[in-house]
């Protein structure tokens, strides 16, 4: 008898599914619905009506997530797209080793800004473990971000009260050759995980190794391509 009435309720349940305007052609039937709870009984329409506003609510809500988070891209965009200005702007390697990190300091708010290139590095061989190291992580010249950085590493680009880092290579769409490395310190241990999106960063790397081989003398350059190539 109850799988009798299972069965029926189940039909019962598939028809209205099939019928969603059934109390519209029949209103009369909304008189002789209820739904009962802890709280009181309240019909049916009722019931709907709450259900409606509970799902608008939280469609505004992640409407209104996705207008914070596309205001924040442009934010970032705009940013970024001010500081490659400055960036194009620089006239020799001088100004690029001492403005291009003090303007992304600046903008971003970061704690330390290091820059190791590989022209740099190849005069100091205490350097060249940890820059091989960090080229070996950036495999594919792209960005990353992370709190769990090898010592060795941390200890190349910073001082030790940074805590999370974004490191960015500084290559040209041309070539796959790193001319350097671009590194992005916070004390703040959660602002460089590595679930961070590195889109910006990615174009930021390109665009300052563009830069940095316009700047950088033609023997130096071919140095460092031979370097890599080896």
């Known amino acids: 008898m109850s799988q009798e009435k299972n069965f029926k309720l189940s039909d019962f349940a598939d028809f209205l599914a099939e019928n969603p305007s059934i109390f519209q052609q029949y209103p009369e039937l909304l008189e002789r619905v209820s739904l009962s709870d802890s709280r009181s009984t309240s019909s049916l329409l009722e019931r709907q009506i709450a259900a409606l506003k509970e799902r608008l ?20 965009s705009n940013q970024f797209s001010d500081v490659i200005s ?7 390697l001088s100004q690029f080793a001492s403005e291009f990190p003090r303007v992304l300091r600046q903008t971003f708010a970061i704690d330390q800004v290091s ?10 061989p205490s350097e060249t473990k940890g ?15 992370d709190n ?16 999370s880092a974004a490191l960015v290579p500084l290559s040209t769409d041309t070539s796959n050759v790193t ?20 889109a910006h960063l990615d174009r930021l790397g390109l665009m300052a190794g563009v830069c940095l ?6 023997s ?4 460092v391509k031979a370097s890599s190539n080896s």
């Open 57 to 76: 609510a939280a469609q505004k809500m992640t409407q209104a997530e996705l207008f914070q988070n596309a205001r924040e891209n442009e934010e970032i």
């Open 86 to 92: 400055q960036l194009i702007g620089c006239e020799n």
């Open 115 to 124: 820059i190791k290139t590989s022209a740099s590095v190849s005069r100091r």
């Open 131 to 145: 820059y091989e190291e960090t080229l070996r992580r950036l495999n594919g010249n792209r960005s990353m971000c």
């Open 148 to 163: 769990r950085w090898p010592s060795q590493i941390m200890q190349l680009f910073f001082n030790d009260d940074i805590q």
């Open 179 to 198: 001319l350097g490395v671009l590194a992005l310190g916070s004390r703040d241990l959660e602002r460089y995980t590595n679930d961070l999106g590195t």
């Open 213 to 218: 081989k316009r700047l950088q003398p033609q």
């Open 220 to 223: 130096v350059a071919s140095s």
